[in-house]
C-alpha cells in the first residue's frame, strides 16, 4: 500500500466536518417535510444542478457509455436511494446524535467487504486503528444514548442504510472510473433521485410539507455542502484507498455531537472527550505507513 499523502488531511478532515452535518440539517428539514420529500427535492435538485455545471458550465466531460451505466445505476441504488433514502427516514425516529453516531459503523462493514470482495490483506495498523476507533467512538456516544429518541425501527433502518453505503463504497472502488468526479456524482445522486420518486408518491403524504425557510435552508445544505463538496472530497479518498477513506468517518461523530450540542441542545462530557482522543489515536495509528 503507499503511503498516505499529507495533502489527503485538510480534504479528509473537511469531509468529516461536512458530512457530520448531514445528520443535523435533516433532523431540521424532516421538521417541516415528509423524510422522503426531503430526500427526493434534495437528489433531483442536487442531481440537476451537478449535471449543468459538468455539462453547461465545464467543457469535455464525456457523457456515460455502455456498462457505465449499468455500475452508475448499481452505484446510485446503494449510495444514493437505498442509503440516504433509509437514512433520513431513520432521523425521524432517532436523535441527531444517533444518526452521526452510525457513520462509525461504515469503517467496520468496508473492511470486511473490502477482504472479502477486493481480497484485499488487511494490515495490522488498520486493524488496531479500526478497534481504537470503534471504541472511543462508543466512548463518546455512551451519555447521549442513555438520552437520546429511539425506537428499534429506526435503529434498524439505520443499520441497513449503513451496510447499503458501505456496499457502495466497495462497489466504486472495484472499478477504474473514466468519468470525472463530478459528473460520477451529479449521475448517480440524479438517478438515485428518480428511483427513489415513484417511493415517494406512493407511500408520502406530499400534502403535510410546508415548503417554509426551514425546508429550503435545509435541503441547501444538504444539496450543497453535503452532497456536493463532502462527495466530491469522499470520490478523491476512495480513489486513494477505500479502507483508509473510512478511517475519516471516525471523525464524523464526534463532529455531530459538537453540531448537536450547539444546535439541538445535547450535552459534551468527559466521555465526548476521552472518546475523541481514542479516535485521532486510532486514526492515527490506522493511516501510518508500513
Same mark, same amino acid.
Given at each position: ?22 445528520? $443535523?440539517?435533516? &433532523?431540521?428539514? $424532516? ?27 465545464? &467543457? ?9 451505466? &449499468? ?10 436511494? +437505498? ?10 425516529? +432517532? ?25 484485499? &490483506? ?29 425506537? $428499534? ?11 447499503? #453505503? ?22 448517480? $445522486? ?28 435545509? +435541503? ?17 479518498? +476512495?480513489?486513494?484507498?477505500? #479502507? ?35 479516535? #485521532? ?10
Amino acid at each position: 500500500m503507499p503511503n498516505p499523502r499529507p495533502a489527503l488531511l485538510i480534504p479528509g478532515l473537511l469531509f468529516a466536518m461536512l458530512w457530520a452535518s448531514a445528520s $443535523v440539517a435533516t &433532523k431540521f428539514g $424532516v421538521q417541516s417535510a415528509e423524510p422522503l420529500v426531503l430526500a427526493t427535492v434534495r437528489f433531483l435538485i442536487a442531481g440537476v444542478g451537478m449535471l449543468l455545471v459538468a455539462y453547461g458550465f465545464q &467543457k469535455g466531460n464525456p457523457m456515460p457509455t455502455g456498462v457505465e451505466w &449499468k455500475r452508475l445505476i448499481i452505484f446510485a441504488t446503494l449510495n444514493t436511494t +437505498v442509503y440516504l433514502g433509509l437514512f433520513v427516514l431513520a432521523l425521524k425516529q +432517532v436523535s441527531a446524535g444517533i444518526g452521526s453516531l452510525s457513520t462509525a459503523t461504515n469503517p467496520l462493514f468496508i473492511t470486511l467487504m473490502s477482504a472479502i470482495f477486493l481480497r484485499r &490483506k488487511l494490515r495490522w495498523q488498520e486493524g488496531a486503528g479500526l478497534a481504537l476507533g470503534l471504541t472511543g467512538v462508543c466512548m463518546a456516544a455512551y451519555p447521549l444514548l442513555g438520552q437520546a429518541y429511539a425506537t $428499534v425501527e429506526g435503529l434498524l433502518i439505520l443499520l441497513v442504510s449503513m451496510l447499503s #453505503v458501505s456496499a457502495a463504497t466497495v462497489y466504486y472502488a472495484r472499478y477504474t472510473w473514466r468519468l470525472p468526479n463530478l459528473v460520477i456524482n451529479g449521475w448517480q $445522486v440524479l438517478i438515485g433521485g428518480l428511483l427513489i420518486l415513484p417511493v415517494t408518491l406512493l407511500t408520502a403524504d406530499v400534502g403535510a410539507t410546508t415548503f417554509d425557510g426551514r425546508f429550503w435552508l435545509s +435541503v441547501g445544505w444538504l444539496i450543497g455542502p453535503v452532497s456536493v463538496v463532502a462527495l466530491q472530497l469522499w470520490f478523491r479518498l +476512495v480513489r486513494t484507498d477505500a #479502507v483508509r477513506a473510512s478511517l475519516w468517518l471516525f471523525l464524523c461523530p464526534i463532529f455531530g455531537f459538537a453540531y448537536s450540542y450547539l444546535l439541538l441542545g445535547e450535552p459534551i462530557t468527559g466521555y465526548t472527550v476521552a472518546g475523541t482522543v481514542l479516535v #485521532v489515536a486510532g486514526l492515527g495509528i490506522g493511516r501510518r505507513p508500513n
